[in-house]
């Protein structure tokens, strides 16, 4: 788990250095419609999304209450794989080295252990 975590928190503080470059130094509206002009551009971005809405499913099995799971998924399709990240490490750290409890969350994990 100590790999998973490391790689996490890379890809957290990745994606914090260049959100804050992308803000300060792109237009994010005039940017945009560069990257919709150009057909892989749009390959990317369906790419892109796809990933979102495959890994929010992850969160939302995850997630116990339907409104922070919702919070979630409205941060991953705003801002990525910083939330991605974010949300990978604090289950890395919440799950104790417990792979089942990292996968599935707790209350899933204690169902199957129970069962």
């Known amino acids: ?18 959100l804050v470059y992308g803000f300060s130094a792109g237009d994010f ?17 369906v790419d892109l999304y796809v990933g979102f809405a495959l890994f929010s ?12 799971a919702a919070l ?7 801002l990525g794989f910083f939330t991605g990240s974010l949300y990978t490490l604090m289950a890395l750290y919440r799950c104790d080295g417990d792979p089942v409890v990292f996968f599935l969350g ?3 994990a204690g169902k199957i252990r129970s069962s």
């Open 72 to 78: 979630w998924v409205l941060l991953m399709m705003t």
């Open 106 to 108: 707790r209350q899933r």
């Open 1 to 18: 788990m100590k790999t998973a975590k490391l790689v996490a928190l890379i890809g957290l503080i990745a994606m914090t250095a260049v």
């Open 29 to 45: 509206f005039a940017d945009g419609g560069l990257i919709l002009q150009n057909p892989w551009g749009i390959v990317s971005l």
């Open 57 to 68: 499913l992850w969160i939302v099995y995850r997630e116990p209450n339907k409104g922070v």
